[in-house]
C-alpha cells in the first residue's frame, strides 16, 4: 500500500486511515477525535508488540497539537 506522509508532520495518514477506517471499522468522527497516542496504542496491540520506536515523536505530537487544537465542546 502506497504511504503518502504528510510532509509537515511526517505522519503516514494514508495507512492510518486504512487501518481505521478499514480494520478498526471507525466512523470518520471516532477516528479523526482519536489521539495520536491512541492510534498508537491501537497499532501495537494490533501487530502484537510494544515499541517505543513507533512512538511518535514530541516534535510530530506538537506539529500535530498546533494545526488541530482541541476545541471546547459547543
Known amino acids: 500500500m502506497g504511504d503518502e506522509r504528510d510532509t509537515k ?10 487501518f ?3 480494520k478498526l471499522g471507525l466512523s470518520s468522527r471516532e477516528f479523526w477525535s482519536l489521539t495520536p497516542r491512541e492510534i498508537n496504542a491501537a497499532l501495537t496491540w494490533h501487530l502484537g508488540m510494544i515499541s517505543q520506536a513507533s ?3 514530541t516534535e510530530d505530537l506538537e506539529t500535530l497539537m498546533g494545526r488541530y487544537p482541541d ?3 459547543e
Open 9 to 18: 508532520s511526517n505522519m503516514p495518514w494514508n495507512t492510518l486511515m486504512a
Open 20 to 22: 481505521g477506517f478499514g
Open 55 to 57: 512512538a511518535i515523536r
Open 71 to 73: 476545541k471546547d465542546n
